[in-house]
T-cell receptor
């Protein structure tokens, strides 16, 4: 079974600074997808960024980028120019691309607080 | 707005009571899911419906039943609520089962906060 580990329960960053959230995962498969979801106090689950395992290029969405290290099974999220609205719980998630185990597996989350 | 709608948003039950959580999506998605979220943990899959007419157990199915009423609706039932089922419940949908495809992620509802006394 696949597992997703987020080793930082809480982090804080000053507004306008850069912060990196860590995520590691475990799988024996070669084809899969990785995601970062954001959950603000409103409780909505908002997709922030996604990465296909077969792509070597790291995904980027505006101020959000990932550092995907497939051999190390690491998938970190970098938030540049942090804004107060980035304050949220961030979840790393994983899914296989085929087979019966195509279930979205989440890490335990990192609570990020952006300080003014 | 198009999306996943969950009702109710909040509910308090007594131990032993029954309750059905409703979920509907208007995106013509084939697959639907029920998750629970507990403090300090990520979302865990309770049940899913890969397509209309099928349902399967996820990681934590005990104490729950589901019904895929039609393509749009997927309900979650607690037959005899227990305090351990106090949680926030999320419904999600996707065009096809699993669907990690970069253009087809799972879409989530706003959640139902359920407290069982």
């Amino acid at each position: 079974a696949q597992t997703v580990t987020q080793s930082q329960p809480e982090m804080s960053v000053q507004e306008a600074e850069t912060v990196t959230l860590s995520c590691t995962y475990d799988t024996s498969e070669n084809n899969y997808y990785l995601f970062w979801y954001k959950q603000p106090p409103s409780r909505q689950m908002i997709l922030v960024i996604r990465q296909e395992a077969y792509k070597q290029q790291n995904a980027t969405e505006n101020r959000f980028s990932v550092n995907f290290q497939k051999a190390a099974k690491s998938f970190s999220l970098k938030i540049s120019d942090s804004q107060l609205g980035d304050t949220a719980m961030y979840f790393c998630a994983f899914i296989h691309s085929s087979g019966s185990a195509r279930q979205l597996t989440f890490g335990s989350g990192t609570q990020l607080t952006v300080l003014p | 707005n198009a999306g996943v709608t969950q009702t109710p948003k909040f509910q308090v039950l007594k131990t032993g009571q029954s309750m059905t959580l409703q979920c509907a999506q208007d995106m013509n998605h084939n697959s639907m899911y029920w998750y629970r979220q507990d403090p300090g943990m990520g979302l865990r899959l309770i049940y899913y419906s890969a397509s209309e007419g099928t349902t399967d157990k996820g990681e934590v199915p005990n104490g729950y039943n589901v019904s895929r009423l039609n393509k749009r609706e997927f309900s979650l039932r607690l037959e005899s609520a227990a305090p351990s089922q106090t949680s926030v419940y999320f419904c999600a949908s996707s065009p096809y089962f699993g669907t990690g495809d970069s253009n087809q992620p799972q879409h989530f509802g706003d959640g139902t906060r359920l407290s069982i006394l």
